[in-house]
C-alpha cells in the first residue's frame, strides 16, 4: 500500500506571494491533518479535514486555508507569504483516530 | 492546557538500552504516540498505545504508560547506530495532536 504522498517536496518563493501544497493520503484514509514544523515552533497543528469537511483548526492566521476533495487529497494555501512561513509541512493521513501516518513533508522556503 | 513535555537529548552506547521519557497535561487524551524523524525526513510512526492501556511491546520497543502521573516512556531494547534521530511524543487530544519538543537520541559505537 503506498504511503502519504506530498507534492512538491521543496518549494522557493518570495515575500507576498501565495503557495498551494498538496496531499495524497493513504487509500482509503478519509482523514487528512497538516502540521507546521520549525525549529523554533516545533511541531504546530494547523487543520484537519475528514470526509470534505473541516473538522478541527489550529490557531493560524486566515492566511492559511485549505480543503479536502471528493478523493481525500488534500491541498492548503498560504496567502501573502511572510519570511515566517518557511518551515516543513507535514500532512498526515488516518482512517479516523489512531494511527496516524505522516508524509515526507513539502519544505517551503520564503526569501 | 495542553502541553507536552520531553528531554532535549539522550546519549547511549550501542546495544544498551535507551529510555526516553515525555509528560502531558491533558488527560482527557485518548491516544499517545511515538514518532520518529531522521535528518531531512518526515515523520515515522513507530508506535502508539491508547489511554486505557498500561504497556505495549513491540519488537525492541516498550511503551510503558501511568496515565495517573501523565508520564509515557519509549524503551529500545539493544540500540543500533541506525536508531539515532529526533523522537517525538505527541498527545491526540480534540482531534489533533500536541507534540513535544523531541528527544534527539545520540547513539556511540
Known amino acids: 500500500k503506498a504511503g502519504v504522498t506530498q507534492t512538491p517536496r521543496y518549494l522557493i518563493k518570495t515575500r507576498g506571494q501565495q503557495v498551494t501544497l498538496s496531499c495524497s493520503p493513504i487509500s482509503g484514509h478519509r482523514s487528512v491533518s497538516w502540521y507546521q514544523q520549525t525549529p523554533g515552533q516545533g511541531l504546530q497543528f494547523l487543520f484537519e479535514y475528514f470526509s470534505e469537511t473541516q473538522r478541527n483548526k489550529g490557531n493560524f492566521p486566515g492566511r492559511f486555508s485549505g480543503r479536502q476533495f471528493s478523493n481525500s487529497r488534500s491541498e492548503m494555501n498560504v496567502s501573502t507569504l511572510e519570511l515566517g512561513d518557511s518551515a516543513l509541512y507535514l500532512c498526515?493521513?488516518?482512517?479516523?483516530?489512531?494511527?496516524?501516518?505522516f508524509g515526507p513533508g513539502t519544505r517551503l522556503t520564503v526569501l | 492546557g495542553e502541553d507536552v513535555e520531553q528531554s532535549l537529548f539522550l546519549s547511549v552506547r550501542e546495544g544498551d538500552s535507551s529510555v526516553i521519557n515525555c509528560t502531558y497535561t491533558d488527560s482527557s487524551s485518548t491516544y499517545l504516540y511515538w514518532y520518529k524523524q531522521e535528518p531531512g525526513a518526515g515523520l515515522q510512526l513507530l508506535t502508539y498505545?491508547?489511554?486505557?492501556?498500561d504497556m505495549k511491546q513491540d519488537q525492541r520497543l516498550t511503551v510503558l504508560l501511568n496515565k495517573k502521573d501523565k508520564h509515557l516512556s519509549l524503551r529500545i531494547a539493544d540500540t543500533q547506530t541506525g536508531d539515532s534521530a529526533i523522537y517525538f511524543c505527541?498527545?491526540?487530544?480534540?482531534?489533533?495532536?500536541?507534540f513535544g519538543q523531541g528527544t534527539e537520541l545520540s547513539v556511540k559505537p
Open positions: 498505545i491508547f489511554s486505557n492501556m
Open positions: 498526515a493521513s488516518s482512517l479516523d483516530s489512531g494511527e496516524q501516518f
Open positions: 505527541a498527545e491526540r487530544t480534540g482531534g489533533k495532536l500536541i
